[in-house]
Nanobody, 124 residues
Framework: VQLQASGGGLVQPGGSLRLSCAAS????????IGWFRQAPGKERESVGC????????HYVDSVKGRFTISRDNAKNTIYLQMTSLKPEDSAVYYC??????????????????WGQGTLVTVSS
């Protein structure tokens, strides 16, 4: 599966942004999808992930209640809705896919297919 992330940009603190991860080459409902981010000078970290079987989701504590991952199988696209954005959310965001089943894990090494990143900058 090939992934293409988009939707990044500049947003003010407290604002919202929706990232998209469009897939080609395979149907996304066969995959668990993870969202990850990497800020300058920092290691890549997990944001959250969505399971392939039941669309259950996990989120890192720092984004719980603010970020939502959803899946649109008809469009073969995964979304990351981000609200109440903070400057510390600024990073390059990546989506990744893997055919993992249960249990769902959100660790970067467990994902086999990666898209290119999209830059999110939260600043006034």
């Amino acid at each position: 599966v090939q992934l293409q992330a988009s939707g990044g940009g500049l947003v003010q603190p407290g604002g919202s942004l929706r990232l998209s991860c469009a897939a080609s080459g395979s149907a996304l409902d066969y995959y668990a999808i993870g969202w990850f981010r990497q800020a300058p000078g920092k290691e890549r970290e997990s944001v959250g992930c969505i399971a392939r079987h039941d669309d259950s989701t996990h989120y890192v504590d720092s984004v719980k209640g603010r970020f939502t991952i959803s899946r649109d199988n008809a469009k073969n696209t995964i979304y990351l809705q981000m609200t109440s954005l903070k400057p510390e959310d600024s990073a390059v965001y990546y989506c990744a896919a893997d055919t993992m089943g249960w249990p769902l894990v959100c660790r970067a090494p467990d994902y086999s297919s990666w898209g290119q990143g999209t830059l999110v900058t939260v600043s006034s």
